[in-house]
Structure formats: C-alpha cells, structure tokens
C-alpha cells in the first residue's frame, strides 16, 4: 500500500527547478516507492541493485546512459560513484529541468561537487535539512 509523503511539493518543485534531484534518506523509507508510484511511466527507471545495469554503470557510464535515456531515474546511485561525471557532462550540456532523479541513501563521499556548492545551489525559501 502506498502512502503520500509530506515531500511530494517540494520534489515537484524542485524537478522544475533543478536539472539534476538527489533524493537521499535512510534505507527503507519509500524514496523508491515514491519515485516510482509519482513518476513512472514518464520516467525510465534503473536500479543498481540489478547487478547488469550495476556492472555497465561501473565500467561505462556513457553507455549506462546510452541504454538508459533521459529522463532517468537512478535508483541506489551510490553504488556506482563514477556515474557522477557523466551526470554532470549530461546536465552541463543541457537546459531540462528533472530530467535526471537520483536517490540513495550515502551522498557526501562520492559527490563531485562539494556540500557548500549543493547548499547555494537552493534558493533562499529552500530548506536543505528538509530535503536531504
């Protein structure tokens, strides 16, 4: 049974605001779930728990992105760390908003892009502690 999460505004907003979401929490709270019951079929989704798309994803990750075209969900995005530059050639060279939604639940090691960087990237009425 699914249930409606309080975040739900701020994802739509944000995906309207952002070219790239991570959506980051403890392990078994519905970050999947809710992805997939709000954006699915508009979105592909991928798991990185399925050890083929995780094994593409680690050796190559313009092709991972090759198979899987935008606008993508990637679901436990921390196992495979090196996708990070590939999303960040993808969303460099593109104007979309939430074409790229990523989720997992440890973010800080294997980010390209350091915590000061994601914190200004919000706007002033954007709580971070309330998103991530």
Request: aromatic share 10%.
């Amino acid at each position: 049974m699914y249930i409606n999460r309080h975040i739900l505004p701020y994802l739509e907003r944000m995906k309207n605001q952002f070219r790239v979401l991570l959506v980051t929490g403890s392990r078994q709270v519905g970050k999947s779930t809710l992805l997939k019951n709000k954006l699915l079929p508009e979105y592909d989704y991928v798991t990185l728990d399925d050890f083929s798309d995780l094994s593409i994803a680690q050796k190559d990750a313009s092709l991972f992105f090759k198979n899987h075209p935008l606008p993508v969900i990637v679901d436990e995005v921390q196992c495979a760390p090196n996708l990070f530059l590939q999303i960040k050639l993808l969303a460099d060279n593109s104007e979309e908003k939430g074409k790229i939604i990523l989720t997992g639940y440890r973010y800080r090691p294997c980010l390209p892009f350091s915590w000061l960087e994601f914190k200004s990237g919000c706007n002033e009425r954007c709580n971070v502690r309330q998103l991530v």
